[in-house]
């Protein structure tokens, strides 16, 4: 059988990593400024994450939402004292197109309506709702172009203010939208979209498949603002490569049995492997880190005169160049041996870990620097 062919993909086998150093099969070492799409959050088999898995595995690795399983309260809890949403509950699931699917569905179930706005360049992944709040024709088949969703510019307050009424159900924004090309929410914007659902009912999603989970120097990029949304979705960095995604739900939600539900959300290994994530962010500061080595980064390419626009916030970098990035990012790969990631044809992103450390952006920057003058 062979592999329904959906990936375009580079000749690179990795076979083992550490932190944010991979190796491919011939022994070549690579920087990992990428982490394979923002999921590795605490750096590749970190001991303790090893540790947790290995050990739960031995124990008990799977059983269903029908049994007490207090690994799962363990995980609410620690993401509840360290998210700062202690009156949050979570729900988990195993995806961040399921994490949106779940809180579009719960908003809807809520509110009883169907509008949904969401914003030009968003994606929130591929499921039937989720790809139908996405941003991008080319990713939707017929059956998921739906009539109940608006697109509004993003960042444009006014007409976002416009596009909130008594019907919409729920708003659904990333905090900084990543495949859209690391483009950074204003302030205004967050707040004109919480006051709006307040005014309206609506209900505030936000997506933080991306760019939560303290990659942007905060835990989740609306507390940079101050702003509380209804719910919150999570995935990537949540599980550090193990699947997972959540959605927290604030207090104005009532839990029904049945209500949603999952086969292999909160399973034990899931949960061991995002409590082990949890205990290296708050033991090793990664969110310090993020945001000081991502601060860092940011001042030494902002140096860069070939640089159109830089956008981001701690560790969620996009370099946006005048011409196309394949050619730079190709050097980087097989000549520097440091993986990036891209949005468009013109943006390198950078989601490299959170414990990356500022000799190793000394690293990439050096490589960069013979490229982009
Ligand atoms: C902001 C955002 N939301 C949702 C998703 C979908 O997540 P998943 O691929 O885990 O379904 C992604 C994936 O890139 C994302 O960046």
Redesign the pocket.
């Known amino acids: 059988m062979k592999l329904f062919d959906v990936y375009p993909i580079n000749n690179i086998e990795p076979v083992k990593a550490l932190g944010s150093t991979i190796w491919d099969e011939k022994g070549q070492e690579y920087l990992d400024m990428y982490g394979g799409?923002?999921v590795i959050s605490i750096g590749h088999s970190h001991p303790h994450y090893v540790k947790k898995l290995t050990k739960q595995l031995k124990n008990l690795g799977f059983y269903s939402n029908s049994v007490k399983i207090p690994l799962q309260d363990e995980l609410a809890d620690k993401l509840g004292k360290l998210s700062g949403l202690k009156d949050y509950s979570l729900f988990l699931a195993n995806?961040?197109?399921?994490a949106?699917e779940n809180a579009l569905k719960l908003a809807s179930f809520h509110t009883g309506r169907t509008k949904i706005v969401a914003f030009t360049k968003s994606?929130?992944?591929?499921?039937s709702a989720?790809v139908a709040v996405t941003d991008n024709p080319s990713i939707k088949a017929p059956i998921n172009f739906a009539d109940h969703v608006v697109f509004v510019p993003f960042n444009d307050v006014e007409a976002t203010k416009k596009a909130i009424d008594d019907e919409t159900c729920a708003v659904i924004v990333?905090g900084i939208q990543?495949?859209g090309g690391i483009q950074v929410a204003t302030e205004e914007f967050m707040k004109a979209i919480r006051t709006s659902c307040d005014k309206t009912g609506a209900i505030f999603i936000h997506?933080s498949?991306?760019?939560g989970y303290g990659r942007s120097g905060k835990f989740f990029t609306f507390q940079h603002y101050k702003i509380k949304p209804d719910i919150v979705?999570m995935?990537?960095g949540m599980g550090n490569g193990f699947p997972i995604?959540g959605i927290l739900i604030s207090p104005k939600f009532q839990a029904k049995h049945g209500l949603l539900g999952t086969t292999f959300g909160g399973n034990h290994l899931a949960c061991a492997a995002g409590i082990a994530v949890l205990d290296v962010i708050k033991k090793e500061k990664l969110i310090e880190n993020a945001a000081e080595t991502g601060n860092y980064l940011f001042s030494e390419l902002s140096k860069l005169k070939g640089i159109k626009e830089l956008r981001g916030q701690g560790l969620m970098i996009g370099i946006e160049l005048l011409e196309s990035v394949s050619e730079i990012r190709n050097k980087l790969l097989f000549e520097d041996h440091i993986f990036t990631g891209v949005a468009g044809a013109n943006t390198i992103r950078l989601l490299p870990s959170l414990a990356l450390t500022k000799a190793e952006a000394e690293r990439f920057l050096e490589a960069l620097r013979k490229y982009i003058k």
Do not use: P
């Open positions: 799409h923002a995806s961040g197109a399921e949106n994606f929130h992944g591929r499921t989720a990333e990543g495949v997506d498949v991306q760019c979705s995935a990537k995604g």
